[in-house]
């Protein structure tokens, strides 16, 4: 089986490594001929090239470039296409693409592996990034259903652990579980280098360690991923964010009128619920 990949950094670059090591032909496409270059070093592709006819003759395309860029490169893809072609992409978000995207091309699946490192480019690119990792699959009514469990059989071959869930109740997921916490993480940083006393900032940023790296992480790390997070999920985020905010009031009325009791009940509950996510 002959699978295109546009957009060569770490999610391409991973994806491709992991296909083919076992054993599929791999075509890769990126705006940068030392990135193709790279890619074909590195074995994450068969060949590449800047070049999107390269793709004619693949069997299922996946789009792993930014949100912002997903829809105009299906766009640029289908003169190059058969129509049996399969496309599907990478996305963190899922409404504001899968709908317009299957306008544009009927073979369109939405899918989004919940994968990933702090780092960019092609050279971050590694094996087995998805093993056991989520991946999402978002079709609709009129997603075609073949086209479904060949995406589905793709990601399974690379030992992803696979779920399927509308497009909308996939952002409202996520908003929660990743999303909302870069808002939170971003706000925590910026919160804490904005404190009038600068001697408090200069000893914080001496004495960080393991709570306060961990909750930073996704606050620090891509701007570029953020942004269009906001942008492209922003009713479900805005949601999230008010439903936080007034359960964070909670918290600080508690603290302010000393009921230990009521924070003590939170507390517990979170550290009960908190094994149902990560376990």
């Known amino acids: 089986m002959k699978i295109g990949i546009i957009g060569l950094g770490l999610i391409g670059g991973s994806l491709g490594l992991d296909l083919t090591k076992r054993g599929y032909e791999v075509i890769g496409v990126s705006r940068q001929q030392k990135t193709c270059?790279?890619?074909?070093?590195?074995?994450a592709v068969t060949e590449a090239s800047l070049d999107l006819s390269i793709l004619a003759k693949t069997e299922l395309i996946f789009v792993c470039t930014p949100i912002g860029a997903i829809l105009s490169t299906i766009s640029k893809i289908i003169p190059h296409l058969s129509p049996n072609t399969i496309i599907t992409d990478v996305?963190?978000?899922?409404?504001?693409?899968?709908?317009?995207?299957?306008?544009?091309?009927?073979?369109?699946v939405g899918s989004h592996p919940m994968a990933g490192t702090a780092n960019q480019g092609i050279e971050a690119a590694e094996y087995n990034l998805?093993?056991?990792?989520?991946?999402?699959?978002?079709?609709?009514?009129?997603?075609?259903h073949e086209a479904v469990k060949k995406v589905s059989q793709i990601w399974e071959a690379i030992d992803c652990k696979i779920y399927k869930a509308t497009p909308?109740?996939?952002d409202q997921a996520v908003a929660w579980i990743s999303h909302l916490p870069v808002m939170i993480?971003?706000?925590l940083?910026?919160?804490?280098?904005?404190?009038e006393n600068k001697d408090v900032v200069s000893l914080a940023q001496q004495i960080a360690s393991?709570?306060?790296?961990?909750?930073?992480?996704?606050?620090?790390?891509?701007?570029?991923?953020?942004?269009?997070?906001?942008?492209?999920?922003?009713?479900?985020?805005l949601s999230t964010l008010k439903?936080?905010?007034?359960?964070?009031?909670?918290?600080?009325?508690?603290?302010?009128?000393?009921n230990w009791q009521k924070l003590q009940e939170i507390l517990t509950n979170t550290q009960k619920q908190r094994p149902k996510f990560i376990d």
């Open 168 to 170: 909308e109740i996939h």
């Open 189 to 195: 940083i910026d919160s804490c280098i904005n404190d």
């Open 91 to 108: 996305g963190s978000v899922k409404s504001a693409i899968v709908y317009d995207a299957t306008k544009l091309w009927a073979n369109f």
């Open 130 to 144: 998805f093993e056991n990792a989520p991946c999402v699959i978002t079709p609709f009514g009129s997603t075609n």
């Open 37 to 43: 270059e790279l890619a074909v070093q590195n074995q």
């Open 185 to 187: 993480s971003s706000n």
């Open 210 to 237: 393991s709570g306060f790296r961990d909750t930073s992480r996704v606050g620090g790390a891509n701007v570029e991923l953020g942004l269009m997070m906001a942008q492209y999920n922003r009713e479900q985020l």
């Open 243 to 258: 439903k936080y905010q007034q359960n964070l009031n909670l918290i600080t009325d508690h603290i302010e009128k000393e």
